[in-house]
């Protein structure tokens, strides 16, 4: 985008952008001509500055159309995140575009058909026979390993030895089974990783780059960055990735699009339905999360511990993307105020609304403000964990 283009969408009254901004990944418009009120998404601005909580950057996309874009003091478009759990949602939209490829045959294959050198698979039958689709969906029956935890919980305990392997796939991979697969739905770490050890097996190179193959460069990712490689070159498979606010959208947006992208199908719609429907009973599909019993038409997530979203409702051709970063008790009531109380009640027709200058003038005044709005939460806090330039 040329900086006088953006000078000028600057002085539409609607948007303000950095005038250093990347090349736009989504066309613009104001969000009445989406039928969305500016009314709401003002005030959820001004609820997250009064609150000061550590919420980094806001974006609402409306059938395909990026209407909202809000940035805390000291964040651009250009800045990844650190998204946390959401990476589990990626590595199975990588899985998906695998299937897609012929890389892997499907939800079906078995632990022994993706690691055909491991043999020790040959001395347990029922982990050799555990399905990429029981991964996908947190029901392998794998001990649980979770970093949030305290320190001397086991679970803590189990993550961290997991994450200082050497070979983090093959450290998992001979852990012994807690259930019998496909027997409940247990949150964990593990499952994510056998995903990403078996896309490396099957591409022969590391996650990253099966990832910048698969979706980041088809989609025009920019600054991606993907944390904590073992001695092996592997890259977690539940967490570790860093990604822009914009295109943690456009992930939200190629399952909105059947997986379709540019007219490439980057993954298949029947993929896309199954992903994101109920494959548990609790809410869950394939590394995303859902409402029980879903069908994939109802709204879906992607979410990190600290308060990482995208969340897509296919019915109104929305997606909703935050990064911030908050203790994780706050998470679930902060969530639910800005999608429940502000981004749905902002969505109020099918067609483009009134137009309302006066509104539109009070946003473009309110996202100024927020570009000024440093939160207390961030001081001290780790690189790890703050937004990163290019």
């Known amino acids: 985008m040329s900086r006088l283009l953006a000078f000028v969408i600057a002085l539409s009254g609607w948007f303000v952008a950095p005038l250093w901004a990347a090349e736009i990944d989504f066309p613009q418009a104001p969000p009445r001509t989406q039928g969305i009120q500016a009314k709401r998404l003002r005030e959820m601005s001004q609820w997250v500055r009064a609150e000061q909580h550590d919420v980094r950057a806001m974006l609402v996309v409306r059938r395909g159309k990026l209407v909202f874009e809000w940035y805390a003091a000291g964040v651009t478009r250009d800045h990844n995140h650190n998204v946390f759990s959401v990476t589990k949602s990626v590595v199975a939209t990588l899985a998906g575009a695998a299937i897609q490829q012929g890389k892997l045959s499907g939800v079906d294959v078995t632990l022994a058909e993706l690691f055909p050198d491991a043999k020790y698979l040959a001395k347990d039958p029922i ?183 995208i969340y897509v409702d296919p019915q109104k051709e929305l997606i909703f993307v935050v990064a911030s970063d908050l203790p994780p008790e706050q998470v679930n009531p902060v969530m639910h105020q800005l999608i429940d109380q502000f981004v749905i009640p902002s969505v109020e027709s099918p067609m483009a609304l009134a137009e309302d200058a006066e509104e539109s003038q009070l946003l473009k005044a309110e996202l100024a403000q927020a570009a000024r709005f440093l939160s207390p939460h961030r001081n001290g806090l780790p690189a790890t964990r703050l937004p990163q330039p290019r």
């Not at 869950?284 to 109802?298: E, I, K, L, M, V």
Request: charged residues 20%; proline residues 7%; glycine residues 12%.
């Open 127 to 309: 982990k050799a026979n555990i399905t990429l689709g029981q991964l996908l969906s947190m029901q392998a029956g794998l001990p649980v390993t979770r970093g949030n935890k305290p320190k001397q919980d086991p679970q803590r305990i189990l993550f961290d030895r997991v994450h200082s392997a050497a070979d983090r796939g093959r450290f998992v991979l001979r852990l012994p089974l807690e259930s019998k697969p496909g027997e409940k739905f247990i949150y964990n770490n593990n499952e994510p990783q056998l995903v990403a050890s078996a896309l490396q097996q099957a591409y022969g190179t590391d996650i990253r780059q099966i990832g910048h193959q698969l979706l980041f460069d088809p989609l025009k990712f920019q600054n991606v960055g993907w944390l904590f490689p073992d001695q092996t070159g592997q890259y977690p498979g539940g967490y570790g990735l860093r990604l822009r606010a914009i295109d943690m959208a456009k992930l939200g947006q190629l399952y909105l699009q059947q997986g379709t992208w540019n007219s490439e199908a980057i993954l298949s719609e029947p993929w896309c339905q199954k992903a994101t429907s109920d494959q548990t009973g609790t809410g869950y599909g394939y590394f995303w999360w859902n409402a029980p019993g879903s069908d994939g038409q109802q709204p879906f997530s992607a979410k990190g511990v600290r308060g990482q979203r």
